[in-house]
């Protein structure tokens, strides 16, 4: 096989990244069976399909070599094939992957020249599949991909400082800054590119997904509420606000000063096209402690804003737990984040690109279990019931995803945690429906119609 991405080479296949030891060279096999994995969602009645394009096999060596017209055969059956069913394509340009090459030559996210590999993967895209495509978004998770590559180390290109990890290079305090500056204005190269070229002709919309926790403060303290917004401006408004309002936060330039890169005057130009909606993936909620002014043990250090996150507050969780260790439900935050959004980018179109849960094959449940998923229509109905309450007090919300259609290979976790609404299994592929397949049709009818009689009442 040829070298293509960042993920293969750093975890996949080096022992002692994946948990349980596996892969995701096969995973579930989306791509010789997408045809039937169509015919999951037929079934569902969903109207939308939202999936990444993998850089690597559209330029298995960026701009250093040929468009590998495999890939763009491959991606436009996909995309014929959803659209001969009634389905929208949604499709993310890079969630993690990029072509390996560019990461051996000069560093991938930590170098400006990724800016143009990007933009120019980008026109690629747009040119092939834009006639037939009306909803972009630019990057993933970027927030967790500079946490957990350039600060943690735990991810692809797998750098930090040894305080904070096994890393064999990178700095932990000046990675990360560089890095989403990168992302940020490959996001804003990509969109000019789109509005200048494509959008008027094609008439779709792109934008950008970040991931989200709700942050309550620990206590009512003045510190603690100071420290929760902090926390949201050192993950989320960190991305959110050049792109839209053209700065970083205020609290990250007063601690980080210097160490946050500048805006030229060509970027900011670049990032005056912004975005047509803000993606948002939300599953959970934290407890924010204040570690600036307060005496804070084990908490974040100054470069990542100071605070201390926990999950409980005086031993009592923030939500009930779940199969994945790090989600608590807490269904309110969904309407507390896309309200914050609302507030502060000035209802800025809002979908939720994922929201979902997991069961833990480490806890061994029969089959039947697994199929008989009422914990997850529960946690869902809760969700939307959520979203519906901040679509009624006026957000702009244009659409909902859930994660994920199939139980998946998950990154560090392997195949452990099933987040999937039809059961995988992965001796033979064969994929069956969980209760949340079959129960989800009546949950988007049910939220509509929530929305529709609010709106008959007004």
């Not at 969109?191 to 989200?212: A, E, F, H, N, P």
């Not at 609404?421 to 992965?426: D, G, S």
């Amino acid at each position: 096989m040829e070298k293509v991405s960042t993920i293969g080479t750093f975890l996949l296949h080096e022992a002692g990244h994946i948990k349980d030891g596996s892969n995701g060279d096969v995973a579930v096999d989306h791509y010789n069976r997408y045809l039937e994995d169509i015919k999951l969602m037929e079934d569902m009645g969903v109207n939308s399909y939202r999936f990444s394009i993998s850089w690597a096999r559209i330029l298995p060596k960026g701009t250093f070599g040929d468009v590998n017209i495999a890939g763009i055969e491959h991606y436009n059956k996909l995309i014929d094939a959803l659209l001969q069913k009634g389905i929208q394509p949604f499709i993310t340009l890079t969630h993690y992957d990029i072509p390996q090459e560019l990461e051996e030559r000069y560093g991938g996210w930590l170098s400006s020249q990724i800016q143009d590999d990007f933009s120019y993967y980008a026109d690629i895209c747009f040119k092939y599949f834009g006639d037939r495509v009306k909803y972009w978004t630019t990057i993933n998770v970027p927030n967790l991909m500079v946490v957990r590559g350039y600060r943690e180390g735990t991810y692809p290109p797998g750098r930090c400082s040894g305080i904070l990890g096994n890393c064999s290079a990178g700095d932990s305090e000046r990675e990360p800054f560089i890095a989403a500056h990168n992302m940020i204005l490959s996001h804003a190269a990509a969109v000019s590119i789109y509005r200048t070229r494509y959008q008027k002709r094609q008439g779709g919309m792109i934008g950008i997904s970040l991931d989200t926790q709700w942050y309550e403060p620990f206590s009512n303290s003045s510190e603690d509420i100071a420290a929760a917004e902090r926390a949201r401006s050192f993950y989320v408004n960190w991305f959110l606000d050049p792109i839209i309002l053209g700065r970083y936060p205020k609290e990250m330039v007063q601690i980080l000063g210097s160490n946050l890169p500048d805006f030229s005057k060509n970027d900011l130009s670049k990032l005056s096209y912004g975005l047509d909606f803000i993606g948002i993936n939300y599953y959970t909620a934290k407890y924010i402690k204040d570690c600036l002014f307060s005496a804070c043990e084990h908490g974040n250090t100054w470069s990542e804003g100071s605070y201390l996150a926990t999950t409980e507050k005086d031993g009592v969780y923030i939500g009930q737990p779940t199969g994945a260790p790090w989600i608590f439900l807490y269904p309110q935050g969904m309407k507390k984040i896309v309200m914050y959004m609302r507030d502060r980018f000035n209802n800025t179109p809002v979908v939720i690109t994922e929201n979902g849960v997991s069961e833990n094959d480490n806890l061994n449940p029969s089959i039947t279990d697994t199929l008989n998923d009422i914990h997850r229509v529960n946690y869902l109905h809760s969700y939307l019931n959520s979203l519906a309450n901040a679509i009624r007090e006026g957000a702009d919300v244009r659409g909902y995803f859930v994660w994920s259609l199939l139980d998946n290979f998950e990154w560090l976790n392997g195949y452990k945690l099933r987040f999937g609404l039809h059961y995988v299994n992965y001796t033979n592929l064969q994929r069956t429906p969980k209760l949340s397949a079959t129960r989800y049709k009546q949950l988007m009818y049910n939220f509509h119609i929530q929305l529709e009689t609010h709106t008959a009442q007004n």
